[in-house]
């Protein structure tokens, strides 16, 4: 999640296990589940919805 604030998204809500991050000019949300290890899929999914690279990630990973 720290990462895609980073970026400039944001929490929009929370609902069960699931955390919904939103930014303006992106056409999707982000939608995080809340658990101890979240699967790479999920990573994968949420970086190309996001609109960023690989690169990116972990240019972002090593600043936070």
Do not use: C, Y
Not at 28 to 49: A, D, H, M, Q
């Amino acid at each position: 999640m720290r990462i895609f604030e980073e970026a400039g998204f944001h929490v929009t809500r929370t609902k069960g296990d699931h955390v919904v991050m939103v930014k303006t000019k992106s056409p999707r949300p982000l939608v995080i589940p809340k658990w101890e290890n979240v699967p790479v899929f999920i990573i994968k999914n949420n970086l190309r919805s996001a609109g960023l690279t690989r690169e990116q990630f972990f240019e972002i990973l090593a600043k936070v």
